[in-house]
């Protein structure tokens, strides 16, 4: 991995939204491993390569550089980590935060 790939998984990991804490934890790594391999563009374990797309949202050729980044079809990152705890809310408090979304999506 180069350079640039390095700077691709940064970029790829705050267009999602994460921290590199908040990453680490779902891929079960350390944040230093994170930053090493987005400073110096140290390709992760091969392991790793599918559960780091997962949570970014993004395919694994995009970690590899291989396609162009492109947004997910399904929310990834932070907001997939949001509404994972929302579902497990007792369904009133669910009802009462779709309304807030989509109040604020007529909003914007």
């Known amino acids: 991995m180069s350079q640039a790939a390095g700077s691709r998984l940064r970029a790829l990991r705050e267009a999602s939204g994460l921290t590199l804490r908040e990453l680490a934890r779902q891929i079960g790594e350390q944040p230093t491993n994170l930053s090493y391999w987005e400073r110096t563009g140290t390709l992760p374990r091969a392991d790793l390569i599918i559960p780091i797309a997962t949570a970014l949202g993004v395919t694994p050729e995009e970690i590899l550089g291989q396609d162009k980044p492109k947004r997910a079809a399904a929310?990834?990152?932070k907001v997939r980590s949001v509404f994972e705890q929302v579902q497990k809310l007792?369904?009133?408090q669910?009802?009462?935060?779709?309304?807030?979304?989509?109040?604020?999506?007529?909003a914007s």
């Open 75 to 77: 929310p990834g990152g």
């Open 90 to 92: 007792p369904r009133r």
């Open 94 to 106: 669910q009802d009462k935060i779709v309304e807030v979304v989509e109040a604020l999506l007529k």
